[in-house]
């Protein structure tokens, strides 16, 4: 069967979507919620209830003008951030929350300087405000993260745009 041209419209604004997600700067918000979906929502569910609420929500009344604006919202906030690679992922056992918790107590940082996190299954990118860098590397570094030495680098090009 053919996917028609909706069907790629409606694939590229999840896509997006999930990008935005990734970009959001609040991780312990999005955990939270995770938690009261797991409890409230069979887990044969959830995917209908994610379809439920994009379609209600966005996939069919939201205009193009209104994604574009929060989309270009979200880009300045990573460039007025430096990135970083650590070697901590969902293979670790725990999650992106526990992660940013983590680089904060060692750190001294709060969460909000923290503006995004990219959580990959080995590994994962952080991006922490160009003001409240100095100093990340070396508090983190060394560290145990449940039972692994954690390393720390300012990320490379290439490795942000995965």
């Known amino acids: 069967m053919a996917e028609s041209i909706n069907d790629k419209e409606m694939g590229q604004k999840i896509r997006e979507l999930v990008e935005e997600m990734k970009l959001y700067n609040n991780p312990q918000e999005l955990e939270d919620m995770k938690k009261i979906m797991k409890k409230n929502v069979p887990l044969m569910m959830r995917g209908y209830l994610m379809a439920y609420l994009y379609v209600t929500r966005n996939g069919r009344t939201q205009a ?5 604006e929060r989309k270009a919202q979200a880009k300045p906030v990573l460039e007025n951030a430096t990135s970083f690679y650590i070697n901590i992922g969902k293979i670790s056992k725990g999650s992106a929350h526990d992660m940013v918790s983590f680089i904060c107590e060692k750190s001294g940082l709060s969460p ?9 299954q080995n590994y994962s990118f952080v991006y922490i405000r160009n003001d409240k860098t100095e ?9 145990t993260y449940k039972g692994r030495k954690v390393k720390m680098n300012f ?3 290439k490795e942000e745009q995965q």
Not at 64 to 68: G, L
């Open 64 to 68: 193009k003008p209104a994604h574009q």
């Open 112 to 120: 909000e300087d923290i503006l995004s996190v990219a959580y990959k």
């Open 135 to 143: 100093g990340v590397i070396e508090a983190v570094t060394g560290q």
């Open 155 to 157: 990320s490379k090009e």
